[in-house]
């Protein structure tokens, strides 16, 4: 783990890797010099970050980086922009290198293993989902 994390984001850390290997066993892999881990759910997989927020608090992040090989253009875009609309929970965010992105945030106030699980199940799935919508469309 890196040095200049806080008391928060390491007690975080330390609890969300608890509920996560006891979910999902060795499927879950953690990230040898930052504090994440990898769940290797699904076709894509869950990235799942603990982040420092101020001084005192951080909050547990969920991403799946979808359609890696796909250049978004105004199509996809629109595409992109239109599902969004139409998700329950998750956002599909294109980050600054082009990636196109599935995310969610959870407070800790927000963690059980319960929640912690179907989070990661429904992340799983639903990248999976739109990854294959994208590359039936676009590829």
């Known amino acids: 783990m890196v040095a200049a994390v806080s008391t928060a984001q390491d007690e975080l ?36 970050e603990v982040e420092a927020v101020g001084s005192g608090n951080a909050l547990i992040e969920t991403y799946s980086w979808i359609a890696q090989q ?25 980050d600054g290198e082009g990636a196109i992105i599935l995310r969610q945030a959870l407070f800790p106030e927000q963690l059980s293993k319960a929640v912690l699980v179907r989070l990661i199940e429904l992340m799983s799935t639903t990248a999976d989902t739109i990854d294959q919508e994208l590359r039936e469309r676009f590829a």
């Open 13 to 48: 850390h330390r609890r969300v890797g608890v509920e996560l290997r006891e979910a999902f066993d060795e499927l879950v892999q953690e990230a040898p010099h930052e504090p994440a881990y990898f769940v290797a759910l699904g076709r894509i997989g869950v990235r799942v």
């Open 70 to 94: 796909l250049t978004v253009d105004e199509r996809i875009a629109a595409f992109l922009v239109r599902r969004n609309a139409g998700m329950r929970f998750s956002a599909l965010c294109v």
